[in-house]
């Protein structure tokens, strides 16, 4: 791997992610109000259910990367075109079935809403799950594409695309929402913007590239193989679906679009949080599995430089949650209530903090997905966040007609802890080769950097009233500040002051 890529890529990840939280912040409240609560919990709940459509795609995803990275190292170039014909095959197929689907449930909202909407809403809403339909179909296809380029390691084309697509989304939809249009011009205007990007892939893997893509005399057990390695990344995807988009499609059944606006206005501070961890780790997608492929016959290597890089990077975005995690603690109900979203939105800060803390232990360790995929023992994990899963939709069907939003996000953090906190940790320290009380002594000793920010939170909080966004301002000012000088001093080793030291003199030797 190009370690300029892996910088670039890193800094470019970075880069988007806070571009992608800052537009959140700014465009989430605007188009609250602009939509109104009940159009823009209807507009989350479509949303919801086609994107639980894209458990179709069966976790092929990872396999073209596992395979591509097997042919590369044989140097097979007529079976990596070989393969790249099969998996524009495959997802040509699955975008088809889709489509059907898509267009199935266009036609049946009732078995996604219940009797509550109106019938100019059951319109609209029609005719949004009609256009992510017609999305959903051509980003199957499409998304071969991008695992061609991400295999290859062109990260840096790859985040400035994605760049583009976060930009340039709410600066063409907020003139449009300015001037009376609702959420079916959103929409349309994110599916002409997801066609753009993905024919800017096509061109890139066919001209720029010069990719080959053969349709015959596949490699025999090809298909088969990849099946079965992929099978439990697909019920991993099942999963997820139904621990991050399950509890708006049953609020919206059962409690309405309001209470799904109040779920998604803390889900989407959620999703701000998580781009913190998920934004660099995707970079080491191919190191992983290129360690995991050069060390199979050295297994004591093999778990020395995986707990390293596990560690490492584990250590750096527990630096990054830390701060965000604690932040919302102390400061995120005046945030959203006060600043962001609005009166009626209060029980969205306990909904943010019920989904943060909890998946803060995936967060940190989520290099150990891919590190399970690359070693082909990702299967536990699938089966295990399948009860979890199960148990979390049991839990939420029962505590939303109770508790509402709350109740929802309550189901799903008991799986998190359960899931991730316990059983996934002694998987990987039993059968992953990853040194996971190694991982956890050093979380541990950078957590005593979290003592002094901790209490000064605790102060502010019982001490200080904040009324205004200047006041709300300068005390997360003075909370970041104290929460950056605590990990420097008690929390933060040699390696991590130096990716901050270095730079700095770089720049300072050039000047």
Wanted: proline share 2%; hydrophobic share 50%; net charge positive.
């Amino acid at each position: 791997m190009s370690k300029n890529q892996i910088k670039l890529g890193s800094i470019l990840s970075y880069l988007q992610m806070t571009l992608s939280v800052i537009i959140q912040i700014v465009y989430t409240p605007v188009m609250i109000r602009l939509l109104g609560k009940n159009e823009y919990g209807l507009y989350q709940t479509v949303s919801s259910t086609i994107s639980m459509l894209s458990i179709l795609s069966l976790g092929f995803n990872s396999g073209y990367i596992r395979y591509y990275a097997i042919y590369k190292k044989e140097n097979k170039k007529t079976t990596i075109s070989k393969l790249n014909g099969l998996f524009l095959l495959i997802f040509a197929i699955i975008g088809f079935v889709g489509l059907v689907c898509g267009l199935f449930l266009s036609f049946h909202l009732n078995l996604v809403f219940d009797e509550g909407l109106t019938k100019a809403e059951y319109a609209k809403a029609r005719i949004l799950m009609l256009l992510l339909t017609v999305n959903l179909g051509i980003s199957f296809p499409m998304s071969v594409f991008q695992n061609i380029i991400s295999a290859h390691e062109r990260f840096v084309f790859l985040k400035l695309m994605g760049m583009v697509k976060t930009v340039f989304s709410p600066l063409i939809t907020l003139p449009l929402l300015l001037m009376g249009y609702r959420s079916i011009a959103m929409v349309a205007v994110t599916v002409s913007l997801s066609l753009f990007v993905d024919i800017i892939y096509l061109w890139y893997v066919l001209v720029k590239m010069n990719e080959k893509f053969v349709f015959n005399d596949f490699e025999k057990g090809l298909f088969k193989g990849l099946f079965a390695y992929t099978a439990f990344i697909a019920l991993n995807t099942v999963i997820d679906q139904i621990n991050w988009n399950i509890d708006k499609l049953l609020l919206g059944r059962f409690k309405g679009t309001g209470e799904v606006a109040v779920y998604s206005v803390g889900y989407t501070l959620y999703n701000c949080y998580m781009l913190f961890s998920t934004s660099i780790s995707g970079v080491f997608t191919p190191r992983i599995h290129k360690i995991v492929n050069s060390t199979k016959d050295n297994i004591t290597a093999q778990k020395t430089e995986l707990t390293d890089l596990f560690t490492k990077v584990g250590r750096i975005q527990f630096l990054i949650l830390g701060l965000i995690a604690s932040g919302i603690l102390f400061f995120g109900k005046f945030f959203i209530v006060g600043i962001w979203a609005g009166e009626g939105y209060d029980n969205s800060y306990y909904v943010a903090l019920l989904l943060s803390i909890p998946a803060s232990i995936a967060l940190i360790q989520n290099l150990g997905i891919e590190i399970q995929r690359a070693e082909n023992k990702h299967q536990f994990r699938s089966i295990a966040y399948a009860v979890m899963a199960l148990i979390n939709l049991g839990l939420s069907i029962v505590l939303c007609q109770k508790f509402g939003a709350v109740g929802s996000a309550i189901g799903t953090a008991i799986s998190l802890v359960v899931a991730n906190g316990l059983v996934m940790n002694i998987y990987y320290n039993r059968k992953c080769n990853i040194d996971i009380p190694f991982f956890w002594k050093n979380i541990l000793r950078q957590s005593v950097g979290l003592i002094l920010p901790i209490c000064a939170g605790i102060a502010i909080v019982n001490f200080i009233e904040i009324k205004s966004i200047i006041m709300f301002a300068v005390c997360v000012l003075a909370y970041t500040a104290v929460y950056c000088l605590s990990m420097w001093l008690f929390g933060m080793n040699d390696y991590e002051k130096d990716l901050i030291r270095k730079p700095i003199k770089k720049i300072m030797h050039r000047s």
